[in-house]
């Protein structure tokens, strides 16, 4: 039995983004959901290119293996997204997750890699059919940390996988498909918000279209901390209704009008007080009359409370605008991130901004930056212990020491990636213990010095 797909696709940028980085595609064979990553006007190219190359597959694969040709579209895409950032430097660490499936009318193969994430309604039960490739799925794969803990781990966002046009390796397998099935493809923006118990209920009532719809709303109410997009697949025994593939996110283009323009300070702005109408004394030869103010006592009464309106309606304003800015600079704070060192040359992240305000700093240390013997990083909020050491602005060669203190600032994905990137060129520990010369010599910074100690 050929069994067909209804589906669907909707997205919003959120109530924190300035813009929309995913992208959605639903079509009768083909689900995808790429979430970019790497700043404004260049990880929304990233999904575009990956959806732009996996669009061509919305047709029925016949005998064909689905994982295979997702596969191979997907590499596609990452050579294309490699030549973008060549072509255009300024792109650089721009990338792009991926949760993509292709149906043939009777299962579908799945293509993984990053922290969106697949779910399956079946029988009105949800289950997670991808996992998770981050750093603290690795660990709760390992026993070290409870799956409890996830949300609240500082290194929750650092991915492990992405399409960024270098070589990766993705998750493949294939899922049955039966009657009454739901699929539901999402950015973390729905998943990080949004408990699996409440998307469980929401995915299974009314239409994909209604479910779709209350997700994306569910997203919003929870603060709308990110681009959310869902995209939806609906396994039925009939032929549904034929409609166009839906594109949405980053896909759709620029919106001109904000989504949310609603806002405390617009409601208080639009505060207004109507004005009092005094109905007319009809007389006694049938002419109205309107009565006039008794005495000025009266006339002044009705000018205070104008007044008093006026001034209400000020301090209204004044503190929605005080309250609007607050919140925009705690927000700001909590999400912007820099590299620094201390001290003792240690590289680390800081969360905030480089400022202090009456004595108090506005930045803390959010992550220390290790690295071992290998030359592998690790991003911690503890001190480095074990085989790892701080990595210091000295362990990179002289002529990139200058870079440090040249970073720009962003989310802490873009930052860490920049740390990746200076960790790439550090020095390779030294294989001997070095000499008193060359001591002195990396004391003093000296080109000579071409290993570091450990």
């Not at 070290?144 to 781990?153: C, I, N, Y």
């Not at 034929?242 to 409601?267: K, N, Q, Y």
């Not at 209204?316 to 925009?328: E, K, S, T, Y």
């Not at 000295?394 to 990139?400: A, F, H, I």
């Given at each position: ?130 996992k ?12 070290e940390?409870d ?20 070589p ?61 997009t ?70 002044d ?12 309606l ?21 999400n ?41 990083l690790?991003?911690?909020?503890q ?49 001997t ?22």
């Amino acid at each position: 039995m050929t069994l067909k797909l209804n589906f669907f696709a909707k997205s919003d940028r959120g109530l924190i983004r300035d813009n929309n980085e995913d992208s959605g595609y639903a079509g009768p064979h083909l689900l995808i959901l790429a979430d970019g990553m790497g700043g404004h006007a260049a990880g929304e190219v990233a999904s575009e290119l990956m959806v732009n190359h996996l669009e061509i597959l919305d047709q029925d694969p016949g005998q064909e293996d689905t994982t295979a040709l997702l596969e191979a579209a997907a590499e596609q895409a990452n050579e294309a997204i490699s030549d973008h950032v060549k072509a255009h430097p300024e792109t650089e660490g721009m990338g792009t997750t991926l949760s993509t499936m292709l149906f043939n009318g009777t299962d579908f193969g799945v293509c993984h890699v990053g922290d969106s994430r697949g779910y399956l309604l079946r029988d009105g039960k949800l289950k997670q059919i991808t996992k998770d490739d981050t750093y603290v799925q690795s660990l709760v794969d390992k026993g070290e940390l409870d799956p409890g803990d996830v949300s609240s781990h500082p290194q929750k966002s650092l991915i492990l996988k992405a399409y960024t046009g270098r070589p990766v390796e993705a998750t493949l397998f294939t899922l049955d498909a039966k009657p009454g099935d739901r699929i539901l493809l999402c950015s973390d923006g729905l998943s990080d918000p949004v408990t699996a118990s409440t998307i469980e209920t929401a995915l299974g009532q009314g239409s994909i279209e209604q479910a779709g719809s209350t997700l994306v709303d569910l997203a919003i109410r929870s603060g709308g901390p990110d681009n959310v997009t869902v995209v939806i697949g609906e396994v039925t025994e009939e032929s549904p209704q034929e409609h166009e593939p839906f594109r949405v996110g980053a896909l759709a283009g620029p919106t001109e009008e904000p989504t949310h323009p609603d806002s405390s300070a617009s409601r208080a702005a639009q505060l207004s007080r109507k004005p009092q109408v005094i109905p007319p004394v009809v007389m006694a030869d049938g002419e109205e009359e309107r009565p006039e103010p008794a005495d000025d006592e009266a006339e002044d009464e009705t000018s205070g409370r104008k007044i008093g309106w006026k001034v209400l309606l000020a301090l209204l304003i004044v503190l929605a605008l005080v309250i609007g800015a607050g919140l925009w600079a705690k927000n700001f704070l909590s999400n912007n991130y820099y590299v620094a060192t201390n001290e003792a040359q240690e590289i680390t992240i800081q969360q905030g901004a480089d400022y202090s305000v009456f004595g108090k700093e506005l930045h803390s240390t959010h992550q220390n930056v290790c690295i071992n013997d290998s030359n592998s990083l690790l991003f911690s909020g503890q001190p480095c212990e074990g085989d790892f050491t701080p990595l210091k602005v000295t362990d990179l060669p002289e002529s990139e020491r200058s870079a440090v203190d040249h970073l720009s600032t962003g989310d802490l994905g873009e930052v860490q990636q920049q740390v990746n990137d200076l960790g790439d060129k550090a020095l390779k520990p030294c294989i001997t213990a070095p000499s008193q010369k060359d001591k002195k010599d990396a004391k003093k910074n000296k080109p000579g010095v071409t290993c570091r100690e450990v």
